[in-house]
């Protein structure tokens, strides 16, 4: 007896496996059918008279096909039966189809193959991702093939709907509907999702529950959030009116400024606001995936796509050696190329205004305002130390000292500062914060050994001087005009 001893499957081991199965199946002399025998009885049809047509799908459109499934299969005169499909070795084998099942009869029946995927926060929906369905229509009979590709296979999965019927048209027709159904059951509509991606490359949406935020837990300079507000949410807020007087409803926002300054939370408040859009949050390998998500975004307006620290993928076309990164360019055509009544914000956070591609805020159409979220000014630390001090019985005097040794400092130092000065206060064997406990945290916090761990908290190193400031370009964009550096706004016409 031969032994073959285990081996971890790769792309090119299953794409020679199906090559293989495929030339067995060719050779071997046809003595039972199980798949293909009701294939034919249900359609009346042979493989040789058989018309299939195919939809491609993102392999994350799965719940949305399932519901569409399930909503067409819930109609009056409609019936299906699901078919399981084995075969050797029980892998799914990319390319196959209709007409592969029923010509060839060592595809066996077995139990039909689900997977649950998410179609929410902490729920999911079982999906059927390799199976035959039989439908019965009051238009004649369907077979459908579902297959979800194997996402580290040839291909990087996918997801694939074969139909095929007597009348060629009412196959097509059947996945037309499907179409319809899954935008009209669409599972992100209104939803705020973000996307993981792994080492291998192959992503996965993932739904957050929104945020419940209130204004006063974001401490930023005066009349800042409402500047944001007014422009990411206004459009929406006055779609209608706006469009009746020609408006467009497209926008782009940039935040800029140092780590730890609010960008996320701000980000984060908007997000709770926007109850009814669906919100979309690309960060680190998933920026990658703008123009699959930017096209979801204009599918399910009202939308917004927030894409953080975006200047890894934007960064202006004459740095390193490389020139620019392809996504770039489709995030800049994703920007420009919404339709006047897209209602579709685009929101940019970035720490290095300096680096960012010119023409990404440059062209009317893209972003069309910029504001510096800045290191907190005295008024700002004293909130900050106000809303970390919650809880702690503070008496307001004994901030005074802290305000006036913090500037530099962001929102992530004065919660550190606030949370070690209660721990002080408890090993010293006190229930309530005094002065003596802010100080001492700040003591130790401000001390030269202390130095990497500001750093950390993303306040500004002593003796490093300004943040980067934005290209000059961000200094006179509305015809020239002598622009702050804090903020910048761009008119562009109507479109």
Known sequence: MRTVSAV??????RHDLAALVRQLLEESPRSSDPVGAPIREHLGLSEDELVVHAEQLSDFELPNLQLALDAVLGRPGWEGRVLGVTGLGGGHYPGLGLGDLMANQHWGIGPPEYVN??????RTLPCLVWAVL???????????FVQKGDPHGPGQGGLTVQAAARDPELASGFLADLRRLMEEHDVFRGQLLTIEVDRGGSRRVVFLERPDMDASELVLPEGL???VVRHVVGPTQYREELLAKGRHLARGLLLWGPPGTGKTHTVRYLTGLLTDATVVVLSGPSLGFVGAFGNLARRLAPAVVVLEDVDLVAQERSFGPFGSSPVLFELMNEMSGLAADADVAFVLTTNRPDALEPALAARPGRVDLALEIPLPAAAERRRLLELYGRGLDLDPGVFDDAVGRTEGMTASFFRELLRKAAVGALEAGRERVGAEDIT??????????GALTRVLLGSEAPGAGPAPQPHDWMQGMAGGGSISARSHTVLRPSR
């Open 8 to 13: 971890s499957e790769t792309p090119e081991l």
């Open 225 to 227: 959030l409402d500047r």
């Open 117 to 122: 995927a998410p179609v929410g926060p902490g």
């Open 440 to 449: 001492a945290a700040l003591d130790e916090l401000l001390h030269e050994t």
């Open 134 to 144: 039989l439908v019965t229509s009051p238009d004649g009979p369907i077979a459908v």
